[in-house]
Each structure stands twice: as structure tokens, then as C-alpha cells.
């Protein structure tokens, strides 16, 4: 079965360095979105993606993150300048392309800012 | 701005039993969608059911069904003949009705349930 895909597993980076997640969705899907989750917290909604646009945001996705699928494959998030705030597990989900299809998650990326 | 609430933190069910996780939502919304969704330690969410605000029948899964009560604003997951493969963290999720493909389709996630199946 398809699977969605992120790299890498575990991300250390000290703070005011850029990190970039990746991700690679399901092939035939056309709408991709990153959320995290800040330890003991509630997943949080970060960005949505559709025919190489952003097509909705959060309060949270601000100008330090930015997001690019720079072939057909992958789908990234890019932080430009990391927090100790930033310190999340961040998911890559994508849909296909029905009113009612489903999001498919990948397993995270645990990122920690030092 | 739509918030979703699970109450409890942990749950613990004896195989075979059955358990019920709670979830409480607020919206303005008529129209809207609501999942469980499951993540088990590999930390891969997938989803369990899903709910359409506009149905009255309550979704049915195999062993999992929802107990929907859109005036309480209410969307309870019942696992029946529980198994140790169901033990998990579990959110409750809502999305708002699409009204065209393009549009975003954010989840807007509750705290999560930790459930423990004994054996």
C-alpha cells in the first residue's frame, strides 16, 4: 500500500540554523499540508499545498517558514532560521484530490533545536 | 475558529472489553466532517472512521463506531472486542465542509487519548 514518507527520522540542529524536512506523498496525490506537534501538545495545522501554490495557512507559518516541491516527487518544509521553539515532531500528510478523501500522515520528523 | 477537546488523557480497556474515548467540538459550522484518527508507536497516523455532520447515522467501522450528537457537539469512539493491536494514541479531528477542491482542508486536532489494552 502507498505510503507518505518523511526523511529524516530525527533532525538535531542548534538554533539560527535553516533545516529542510522532507517528504515524499502518495504519487498520484495533488494536495499537500505540514503539521506539528510540539511534545504535549495538540497537533497544530501549518500549511497547505495545491498545484504549486499555498493555498491556506496558519498563524504559525510565518515568514522564517516556506514550503516547495522542487520536482514531482518530494514536498518540503524549510525553516529558515530555527527557534528553540521550533523543537517539534513535524508531519507531512497529502490527499488526492476528492471533497471527501482522507489525509494520508508519514511517520514524522523529530526535529530538536539546541 | 473551530476547537476540538478530548477529556481524557489515557484510557485503558482489558482485551476483549470494550471502551469508549470521548471528543467535544465547538464550531459555528452546520456542514463539517469528523475523523478518529490512530497512532500507533510507529507515530503513522491513520484513520479509524470518519463522520459526516449532515448524516444522522452514526459510522461504523467494524469494531469501531462513533457516537455522534451534533446538538452536544459531541463525537465518541467505541472500540468493541478489544485488541492488543488497538493499543494507540487517538485523536479526534474535524475538518470544514469543502465547498470547492481548491480550498483548504486543514484538520483541526484534540489532545490526543493514550489507550492501553491489557491483556
Known amino acids: 500500500e502507498p505510503e507518505v514518507t518523511q526523511t529524516p527520522s530525527h533532525q538535531v540542529t542548534q538554533m539560527g540554523q535553516e533545516v529542510i524536512l522532507r517528504c515524499v506523498p502518495i504519487?498520484?496525490?495533488?494536495?499537500f499540508y505540514w503539521y506539528r506537534q510540539i511534545l504535549g501538545q495538540k497537533v497544530e495545522f501549518l500549511v497547505s499545498?495545491?498545484?504549486?501554490?499555498?493555498?491556506?495557512k496558519s498563524e504559525i507559518f510565518d515568514d522564517q517558514f516556506s514550503v516547495e516541491r522542487p520536482d514531482g516527487s518530494n514536498f518540503t518544509l524549510k525553516i529558515r532560521s530555527t527557534k528553540l521553539e521550533d523543537s517539534a515532531m513535524y508531519f507531512c500528510a497529502s490527499r488526492w484530490t476528492g471533497l471527501l478523501d482522507e489525509q494520508y500522515f508519514g511517520p514524522g520528523t523529530r526535529l530538536t533545536v539546541t | 475558529a473551530q476547537t476540538v477537546t478530548q477529556s481524557q488523557p489515557e484510557m485503558s480497556v482489558q482485551e476483549a472489553e470494550t471502551v469508549t474515548l470521548s471528543c467535544t467540538y465547538d464550531t459555528s459550522e452546520s456542514d463539517y466532517y469528523l475523523f478518529w484518527y490512530k497512532q500507533p508507536p510507529s507515530r503513522q497516523m491513520i484513520l479509524v472512521i470518519r463522520?459526516?455532520?449532515?448524516?444522522?447515522q452514526n459510522a461504523t467501522e467494524n469494531r469501531f463506531s462513533v457516537n455522534f450528537q451534533k446538538a452536544a457537539k459531541s463525537f465518541s469512539l467505541k472500540i468493541s472486542d478489544s485488541q492488543l493491536g488497538d493499543a494507540a494514541m487517538y485523536f479526534c479531528a474535524y475538518r470544514t465542509l469543502l465547498l470547492k477542491e481548491t480550498s483548504g482542508s486543514r484538520l483541526t486536532f484534540g489532545e490526543g487519548t493514550q489507550l492501553t489494552v491489557n491483556p
Open positions: 499545498f495545491y498545484n504549486n501554490e499555498i493555498s491556506e
Open positions: 504519487s498520484n496525490h495533488l494536495y
Open positions: 463522520q459526516e455532520a449532515y448524516k444522522q
